[in-house]
T-cell receptor
Framework: DTGVSQNPRHKITKRGQNVTFRCDPI?????LYWYRQTLGQGPEFLTY????????KSRLLSDRFSAERPKGSFSTLEIQRTEQGDSAMYLC????????????FGQGTRLTVV | TQLLEQSPQFLSIQEGENLTVYCNSS?????LQWYRQEPGEGPVLLVT?????EVKKLKRLTFQFGDARKDSSLHITAAQPGDTGLYLC????????????FGPGTRLSVLP
């Protein structure tokens, strides 16, 4: 296992379309996080899972956003009816509960809404 | 209002110079992390500090966690062009959830 994997790396979509991103965490990690990062800013927290349970959601996560981690392994983040303001880098990270202070990030998915 | 502030926002120095970047908050953190990020890539974890007053060294990088666990600094000795990037501090707030709060970053450019 070489680290957190995110797919796709880049996605260009038309406004109003739905998009789905996938994150495969480090295999033994039970916590999984989603963040969003816009140009010139630090990552902003969206949500996190411990195993399959979604334990915390940011107010940034509008009704158009939904995240799942059905078997406690990989996770998906879906954005419905995309808007131009959704254009950003979407980052996934994972950590172990026992060493929760160390989170490892994937390379991100760059979303461009046109 | 950012929970974590970083300074300076931008820093451009010559190869061989020393530098320090700062991460400050009015909140207490149970742990604090430093990451380095290159354009188009995800952040890469450099270090985690958990104890107030803790100092960690990673080759030419020295990280310090404030005694009150509200601030941290990163010092780079003899900077090299390969140190160029966005340096992000992040922390887990004490007694409040398990997500990582990020600062806005310090963009470092080391010129040859």
């Amino acid at each position: 296992d070489t680290g957190v994997s995110q797919n796709p790396r880049h996605k260009i979509t038309k406004r109003g379309q739905n998009v789905t991103f996938r994150c495969d965490p480090i295999s033994e990690h039970n916590r999984l996080y989603w963040y969003r990062q816009t140009l010139g800013q630090g990552p902003e927290f969206l949500t996190y899972f411990q195993n399959e349970a979604q334990l915390e959601k940011s107010r940034l996560l509008s009704d158009r956003f939904s995240a799942e981690r059905p078997k406690g392994s990989f996770s998906t983040l879906e954005i419905q009816r995309t808007e131009q303001g959704d254009s950003a880098m979407y980052l996934c990270a994972s950590s172990l509960v026992t060493t929760g202070s160390e989170a490892f990030f994937g390379q991100g998915t760059r979303l461009t809404v046109v | 209002t950012q929970l974590l502030e970083q300074s300076p926002q931008f820093l451009s120095i010559q190869e061989g110079e020393n530098l320090t970047v700062y991460c400050n908050s009015s909140s207490v953190f149970s742990s604090l992390q430093w990451y380095r990020q290159e354009p188009g890539e995800g952040p890469v974890l450099l270090v985690t500090v958990v104890t107030g007053g803790e100092v960690k060294k990673l080759k030419r990088l020295t990280f310090q966690f404030g005694d009150a666990r509200k601030d941290s600094s990163l010092h780079i000795t003899a900077a090299q062009p390969g140190d160029t990037g966005l340096y992000l501090c992040a922390g887990v707030l004490e007694n409040y959830g398990q997500n990582f709060v990020f600062g806005p970053g310090t963009r470092l450019s080391v010129l040859p």
